[in-house]
């Protein structure tokens, strides 16, 4: 097939005739690369599921019988919890996450206590079989069936894979795979879909797991594994600030089970451990109150976890106020912050406002907002919150406080927590069970859950 010169965009795969500055799909700049695809239109052949069970003539959906999925578990319980209680044999999983979050330790430590009674097989295009046997010893691992390869050409890891007919293969990374049947460099596009579709066919015909490996940096021209999304079956995304030592595996998607779980990890001297607690760890329930500080329920996946919120309001020593968040949308502070201005008549105008969430996590959902809004109050009146206090609650342009979700499994955790009181939004008040030695306390403004939070 003749070959033709495009350029696709490094990160979406948008293919152009000429070379754009700024992607159309994806909106990055500077992200095209020439490239050499076959066929009249469109990126070198892709290979499907079609390919692999052959042809196959249509069916009546009726007529097709499901064998019951085969799970087996990690040995890594949040990794499990994840993947959707275990991993489902023969399926393919993507971990991605920014360089030095931890995927390969968390690969390696997995390997270490599947291999106990599974084969695994780990190819390496980044470390060498040294370096993996120091990380190994690092971590403690015994490895029975463990077996490792520096190689990064797509052809010999297929016949390696047939010969050893291992549980799973786990690639690290994604981006150094190559097919000699294509030109282009290893880590673009066209490599590194040919490449992982390839691996995915032959793993899908051999019945093996498959783990790719990819990195995604935060403005990364890098071609991304987002590219894999749709070709495999479960998507996970292992998070945290670099700074701190607290990780958070993310399902994106999954073919076998639902998508809103995260594993939380932290990172220690001997690899990754479990937080079977992470309520005790993002808020430690303080005996001597500093303003500032408030903890909040936030919903993470299908669980509960309560977190501090931290924020510094101060005097600007600039000329222009600084406005810095960590683990917030920073947009989203400053539009509460505007509602505070305008409902509460609190001036910020020449004050400097950072904002931090305990432990590196990062809180998306808006039920986080008032604690946002109380320790902003509670840093510019420099007024403690009470510590037996844990509030929940979106917040609206006019500073009210609207319904959130599961308040139930909220107020259940502050108060296994040993946490006294909870100011949550008044309409919600209805679908919570009522303790003795929890009080509950409606608000419908955040000027209203002022008059209750300070000590
Ligand atoms: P790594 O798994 O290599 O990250 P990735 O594969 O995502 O690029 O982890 C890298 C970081 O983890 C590295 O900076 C060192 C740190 N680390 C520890 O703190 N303790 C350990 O036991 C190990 C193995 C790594
Ligand atoms: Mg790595």
Redesign the pocket.
């Known amino acids: 097939m003749a070959l033709k010169t495009v350029f696709l965009c490094q990160n979406c795969g948008y293919q152009s005739v000429k070379w754009i500055g700024k992607c159309p799909e994806c909106e990055r700049w500077n992200s095209f690369v020439q490239e050499h695809v076959s066929g009249p239109d469109g990126p070198a052949v892709s290979r499907g599921i079609g390919d692999i069970a052959g042809t196959c003539p249509p069916r009546k959906l009726s007529d097709v019988k499901i064998s019951r999925l085969l799970r087996a578990a990690t040995g890594i319980g949040e990794l499990d919890r994840v993947l959707g209680d275990g991993l489902v044999e023969g399926s393919v999983v993507l971990v991605g996450?920014e360089?030095?979050?931890?995927?390969?330790?968390l690969m390696l430590q997995m390997s270490a206590i599947m291999s106990r009674d599974k084969k695994i097989l780990y190819v390496s295009g980044e470390e060498s079989v040294n370096q993996l046997k120091l990380?190994s010893e690092?971590?403690n691992a015994s490895f029975d069936n463990f077996y490792i390869v520096n190689e990064t050409n797509t052809s010999l890891i297929m016949s390696y894979m047939k010969e050893l007919q291992p549980w799973a293969v786990i690639v690290d990374s994604v981006q150094t795979l190559y097919s000699p049947g294509f030109e282009q460099s290893s880590g673009t596009v066209t490599q590194i879909k040919e490449s992982s579709a390839l691996l995915t066919a032959s793993a899908k015909a051999l019945g093996i797991c498959v783990f790719f490996v990819g990195h995604i940096t935060k403005e990364g021209v890098i071609a991304g594994p987002k590219l894999l999304e749709h070709i495999v079956d479960c998507v996970i995304y292992f998070e945290g600030q670099r700074e701190s030592s607290f990780r958070v595996l993310r399902a994106i998607k999954n073919r076998f089970g639902a998508t809103d779980e995260v594993g939380i990890f932290s990172?220690?001297?001997?690899?990754l451990k479990e937080v079977k607690e992470p309520s005790r760890i993002f808020s430690c329930r303080r005996h001597n109150t500093i303003p500032g500080s408030c903890v909040m329920a936030a919903l993470e996946g299908a669980r509960v976890i309560l977190i501090e919120v931290q924020a510094l309001v101060s005097g600007s020593s600039y000329g222009i106020p600084r406005q810095k968040a960590i683990g917030f949308d920073s947009n989203r502070m400053l539009l509460l912050a505007a509602g505070l201005v305008k409902n509460i008549g609190i001036n910020l105008a020449n004050y400097d406002m950072f904002l931090n969430v305990v432990g590196g996590v990062r809180v998306d959902e808006p039920a986080s907002d008032l604690a946002v809004c109380v320790a902003i109050c509670s840093s510019f009146k420099n007024k403690p919150v009470r510590n037996d206090t844990v509030v929940a609650g979106e917040v609206g342009l006019c500073s009210e406080v609207r319904s959130v979700s599961q308040v139930r499994l909220r107020v259940n955790e502050a108060k296994r927590m040993g946490f006294k009181r909870f100011v949550m939004p008044a309409s919600d008040l209805e679908n919570v069970i009522r303790y003795k030695d929890m009080e509950l306390i409606g608000v419908d403004s955040v000027k209203q859950a002022l008059g209750e939070v300070f000590v």
């Open positions: 996450g360089p030095g979050i931890g995927k390969s330790t990380r690092r971590i990172m220690t001297d001997q690899g």
